[in-house]
């Protein structure tokens, strides 16, 4: 991929979500797969968590803007097959763990770089799943091949497309069907328009690009290579100079918006979404860009996502401001629990071993 796209790639996303701040999104909360999606879900009255209750149509940009760029470039193909019941499951892991540092990893990132150490604690817990699920992978995990969707059952692969076009039309609309946030993170956002062009741009840099900050690692940690992290790399660098150039970047711990100080539970949080992320083939944005160029299986897990974030509030498993309850601290240790057991369960050799 031409070192062009690298800089455009992170350039969009860096720049992109600081300003997505500066025009009303809540403090290093330009872009976040995790958390808009959980805020969609508060949306959709999936969880009743009244402050987090908005369609951000950020996401639903991302899904439109890489369906149109992989139909223009040909590289729409419906698939799926693969597991799809272990991926919803593996997705709904991965949520949890996002909610309880309150990110994903691209927001981890884009955390740092508004001054947020907690990033750090958090990233390297990220690193060290991605480095659990590759052990995992080396020992012949595989969750099975996709198979190509002929006739009429490819129209299941437009479906993320539809739900993003009638999101979009509902909020535009400002619809009585979803839930809107009074107060709090889901009350604030930049306009619709400025929200879904930046969606629309991005997430057809991200389907070209093939961005995925676990993928970045796992290919570097395999086979040296350094494409996705430059990316990455440059939406940090970027990301940080904007901050400091619009006077957001506040270096420390402490007083950080949508941020806690639980290290151990950042750590972990981070950690499971490595391990989940790994497993799965991608982080929480690439399964939603796979989601919109054909692949059911990364709708499946998407929807997972969802529905992960129901569980988390309606169980009290997400932290906040204050911290991680201990419901989700017992949550996120029998998740990683669930994770290793489809990580060692769906090996090749057990699987033919079952099977004979």
């Given at each position: 991929m031409?070192?062009?796209?690298?800089?455009?790639?992170?350039?969009s996303?860096?720049?992109?979500?600081?300003?997505?701040?500066?025009?009303?999104?809540?403090?290093?909360?330009?872009?976040?797969?995790?958390?808009?999606?959980?805020?969609?879900a508060?949306?959709?009255?999936?969880?009743?968590?009244?402050?987090?209750?908005?369609?951000?149509?950020?996401?639903?940009?991302?899904?439109i803007?890489?369906?149109?760029?992989?139909?223009?470039?040909?590289?729409?193909?419906?698939?799926?097959?693969?597991?799809?019941?272990?991926?919803?499951?593996?997705?709904a892991?991965m949520?949890?763990?996002?909610?309880?540092?309150?990110?994903?990893?691209?927001?981890?990132?884009?955390?740092?770089?508004?001054?947020?150490?907690?990033?750090?604690?958090?990233?390297?817990?990220?690193?060290?799943?991605?480095?659990?699920?590759?052990?995992?992978l080396?020992?012949?995990?595989?969750?099975?091949?996709?198979?190509?969707?002929?006739?009429?059952?490819?129209?299941?692969?437009?479906?993320?497309?539809?739900?993003?076009?009638?999101l979009?039309?509902?909020?535009?609309?400002?619809?009585?069907?979803?839930?809107?946030?009074?107060?709090?993170?889901?009350?604030?956002?930049a306009?619709?328009?400025?929200?879904?062009?930046?969606?629309?741009?991005?997430?057809?840099?991200?389907?070209?690009?093939?961005?995925?900050?676990?993928?970045?690692?796992?290919?570097?940690?395999?086979?040296?290579?350094?494409y996705?992290?430059?990316?990455?790399?440059?939406?940090?660098?970027?990301?940080?100079?904007?901050?400091?150039?619009?006077?957001?970047?506040?270096?420390?711990?402490?007083?950080?918006?949508?941020?806690?100080t639980?290290?151990?539970?950042?750590?972990?949080g981070?950690?499971?979404v490595?391990?989940?992320?790994?497993?799965?083939g991608?982080?929480?944005?690439?399964?939603?860009?796979?989601?919109?160029?054909?692949?059911t299986?990364?709708?499946?897990?998407v929807?997972?996502?969802?529905?992960?974030?129901?569980?988390?509030?309606?169980?009290?498993?997400?932290?906040?401001?204050?911290?991680?309850?201990?419901?989700?601290?017992?949550?996120?240790?029998?998740?990683?629990?669930?994770?290793f057991?489809?990580?060692?369960?769906?090996r090749?050799?057990?699987l033919?071993?079952?099977?004979?």
């Amino acid at each position: 991929m031409s070192s062009v796209w690298i800089v455009v790639a992170g350039l969009s996303f860096g720049l992109g979500a600081v300003l997505l701040v500066q025009a009303g999104n809540p403090g290093n909360y330009g872009f976040c797969a995790a958390c808009h999606l959980r805020d969609i879900a508060g949306a959709l009255g999936i969880h009743k968590a009244a402050p987090l209750q908005y369609a951000r149509p950020e996401i639903m940009g991302w899904i439109i803007g890489a369906f149109v760029m992989s139909k223009t470039s040909g590289e729409f193909r419906p698939r799926g097959g693969s597991a799809p019941f272990i991926r919803f499951i593996l997705g709904a892991l991965m949520m949890l763990g996002a909610l309880v540092f309150l990110g994903c990893p691209l927001r981890a990132l884009l955390r740092l770089a508004g001054g947020d150490l907690n990033g750090i604690t958090a990233l390297a817990g990220f690193l060290a799943g991605i480095g659990t699920g590759i052990v995992f992978l080396r020992n012949g995990f595989s969750l099975g091949r996709a198979r190509t969707i002929s006739g009429p059952a490819a129209g299941s692969s437009y479906l993320p497309v539809v739900f993003a076009v009638i999101l979009t039309a509902a909020v535009g609309s400002g619809s009585g069907y979803l839930y809107y946030s009074a107060q709090g993170p889901g009350s604030l956002h930049a306009s619709i328009l400025f929200s879904l062009i930046s969606g629309l741009i991005t997430g057809a840099i991200a389907l070209k690009t093939r961005m995925c900050l676990s993928g970045g690692f796992r290919d570097f940690f395999l086979v040296k290579d350094t494409y996705l992290l430059k990316i990455y790399g440059l939406i940090f660098l970027s990301a940080v100079f904007a901050n400091l150039f619009f006077g957001t970047f506040k270096l420390g711990f402490t007083g950080q918006p949508l941020a806690h100080t639980m290290h151990f539970w950042n750590f972990l949080g981070l950690y499971l979404v490595g391990v989940c992320a790994t497993l799965l083939g991608g982080c929480p944005l690439r399964q939603l860009i796979m989601a919109a160029d054909g692949n059911t299986d990364a709708g499946v897990c998407v929807l997972g996502m969802l529905a992960g974030a129901g569980i988390a509030h309606a169980l009290n498993l997400a932290a906040s401001g204050a911290g991680v309850p201990f419901n989700g601290q017992l949550a996120v240790g029998i998740a990683l629990a669930a994770a290793f057991v489809i990580g060692w369960s769906f090996r090749e050799k057990v699987l033919i071993k079952a099977t004979a």
